[in-house]
């Protein structure tokens, strides 16, 4: 029988954390595969509290947990800003790594992690888990398949849910574009992993961002602070097939349609549809018609849970990523979404920014 792997986590607070409702379930739904040992907040007294409700180890510091024998994969689930220093640490200790997408601030600490992660050869993988999402794999294949014959285009919006004109106090930094966390980061970067994952590289791209409010009303306090990131953000070009692309992102939601994807061919048409943007923590919805049909039929229903599987899409998504992680680290392989991968999708968005920058 094969030893789990030891995780430790760097930012997991069971009280309020997207670490602990979906990292924790989907590691616990990979039976023996992992172990998660220990963990490391911003505070000893914050790692202590996760560690007496989890049953963890907890380490003074960061720098404890990764220098820590009864750790082999560190996980980091803290805000961008921080994620270049403490992934650096890990690599640097000689971890392997799951780093929350997005991988870096900027393009710039991206290719260093990278170029770190394959002087050390480790498994470095960032978590762009949409791509393991059982509705994009299904969707690779169909299309792979020649389900819609050749695509000619594809066109995708979405709504961020965040990123208008309220927010929380704690979600306030997404507001700030200096934090590497707007809607184009995380939303819209989440759902290019996956457009990539289905339909292969992009081409040449151009962008508009707009924003609609300069300010932004904080619930928490009835405080106005200022808001400098997007909540229009328009691309458009093509695929390196040459098919036709479209994306628009807005912030905030809608009473229509908050995510409508669709891929149109020589032979059909495919339509993905969710409740919200962000396609890595949604139930997507696949609906199709080739050929002779006139009307959309249900390609996909809403998949089965596996048993075992966590019924949060945005956990059972992770739960694919760690097994893939578990693949990587046992037998030598590249499955789970790299450092390197991260990079190419960084480059895309950078090339967004800039193209926008041009246009204002």
Known sequence: MTDPIKVGFI??????????????????????????????????????????????????????????????LVVVTVKVPYHFELVTMALNAGKHVYCEWPLGNGLEEARALAA????????????????????????KTLIADGYVGRVLSTSLIGSGGNWANTTSEALYYLFDKRNGGTMEDIPMGHTLAAVREVLGEFGPLS???????????????????????????????????????????RGGTNRGTNFLWEINGTEGDIQVTAGLGHAQMVQLTIKGARRDETELTEQMPVPAVYEGEPEFPGARNIAGMYARVAQDIRTGSRSAPSFADAVGLHEILDGIEHSAAQRA
């Open 116 to 139: 770190l992660a394959e002087e050390k050869g480790v498994v470095a993988v960032a978590g762009t888990q949409a791509r393991a999402a059982h509705e994009i794999q299904h969707l």
């Open 207 to 249: 962008a508009t961002k707009l924003s609609n409010y300069e300010t932004v009303t904080v619930t928490d306090t009835g405080e106005e602070k200022p808001k400098t990131a997007p909540d229009q953000v328009m691309v458009q070009g093509s695929l390196a097939s040459g098919a036709a692309f479209s994306m628009h992102y």
């Open 11 to 72: 930012g997991l607070n069971p009280d309020s954390n997207w670490a602990f409702n979906a990292h924790i379930p989907a590691l616990k739904s990979l039976g023996d595969s992992f172990e998660i040992v220990g963990v490391a907040n911003s505070s000893p007294e914050s790692a202590q509290r996760t560690a007496e409700a989890l049953g963890l180890t907890a380490f003074d510091s960061p720098a404890d947990l990764v220098a820590s024998e009864l750790i082999e």
